[in-house]
């Protein structure tokens, strides 16, 4: 057949015949494969793929389309509706499984982007004050309603103002390597919130009324004693103050902090700083007892001149507190380590 191309016997009925047997079985082969290589796209991509496989513009179909213009004029609609059934079938089919995809697609979103509004929120977790920072601040509300300024001092001091300014001798028992931690060159961690009464002197001059809340420091631990603790300091200077004025001014401190109410009683007592010196109690009722809430005396007239103050002129009164203790009387907190263990379970009690 290759020598005789042109030989009419051998031309287009006989072959075109042929080819036509042949592209519609290849039409019809078409489906089952496109119905196979639909049902393997198990996403909206994959199946995009598979469409233009089958029915893109370089396509399975469009080839047949190519391969008709080879069919005599009989042929080529016999095989052009059967391929354009075939189209739309496979299109249908097509249709069929984008619709089946998508709705699976959006299914899977839904569960995906779902929110579960009865879900608990998330919490953010608030802090709050200690209790020991909830009384100084209670404390310091109260004095300073009553016209003192609150002052503070460092927790390093020298020697000079921790002890000898306050007429402690160089033979005071404080001033003891057992109870004072020293640090260096005549330093010590501050014992008492006391050194701030010549500070505020020194810096404010007579008259004033100050006071002071702050960390101190002994060299001492058991239940009731921590090496670190805090303490309020008071001190009020001007003319003629006299012991009414400080029993007056802590008696109004002690109604507002324990109620009005309260049962105050003074205590002679000793300090080298005060002269006379006095201790104030309150009654505990839960207890049916006195309880020592500050130590307070009448300025000692050493200490006004160490702080710049003409004692012939001026006269005063101050008084301290620890305020840990405090906590603990109001709170009714058992062992002082409580307060400094930071453990969360306890300090979120004070919220
Ligand atoms: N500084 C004394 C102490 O630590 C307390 C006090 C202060 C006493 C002021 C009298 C006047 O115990």
Do not use: C
């Amino acid at each position: 057949m290759s020598e005789l191309p042109n030989d009419p016997s051998n031309s287009a009925p006989v072959e075109a015949t042929q080819e036509l047997t042949e592209l519609l079985a290849d039409i019809a082969s078409t489906v089952p494969l496109a119905r196979t290589a639909l049902a393997g796209a198990t996403d909206l991509k994959r199946l995009e793929e598979v469409r233009v496989e089958f029915l893109g513009k370089k396509s399975k179909l469009s080839d047949f389309s190519t391969r008709m213009g080879a069919l005599s004029k009989e042929e080529k609609p016999v095989a052009g509706k059967i391929l354009n059934a075939r189209k739309g079938e496979i299109t249908a089919l097509f249709k069929q499984r984008q619709d089946e995809l998508e709705a699976r697609e959006l299914e899977q979103r839904l569960v995906r982007e779902s929110v579960d509004i009865t879900l608990p929120g998330l919490r953010t977790i608030r802090g709050n004050r200690h209790p020991v920072a909830l009384v100084a601040q209670q404390v310091t509300e109260i004095f300073t309603s009553m016209g003192f300024r609150l002052e503070s001092g460092p927790e390093i001091e020298t020697e000079w103002f921790n002890f000898d300014a306050l007429n402690m001798t160089d033979d005071h028992p404080a001033r003891d390597m057992q109870d004072t931690l020293y640090t260096e060159r005549g330093h010590v961690l501050r014992t008492h919130t006391s050194p701030t009464q010549i500070r505020s002197m020194l810096k404010l001059g007579a008259p004033l009324a100050v006071i002071t809340t702050g960390r101190v420091y002994r060299n001492d631990s058991d239940a009731t004693h921590s090496p670190m603790f805090h303490q309020m300091e008071g001190l009020l200077v001007d003319e003629n103050i006299s012991v009414g004025h400080l029993k007056g001014t802590l008696t109004t401190f002690l109604k507002a902090l324990f109620g009005e109410n309260v049962k105050v009683r003074l205590r002679p007592s000793f300090f080298p700083f005060t002269e006379p010196s006095i201790e104030v109690d309150v009654w505990n009722e839960q207890r049916k007892g006195w309880m020592e809430v500050l130590g307070s005396g009448m300025v000692h007239p050493n200490v006004l001149r160490n702080g710049g103050v003409d004692p012939e002129k001026y006269t005063g009164f101050a008084f301290g507190l620890g305020l840990d203790r405090l906590a603990m009387v109001k709170y009714g907190i058992p062992d002082l380590r409580l307060l400094f263990e930071n453990d969360l379970r306890f300090l979120r009690q004070f919220a």
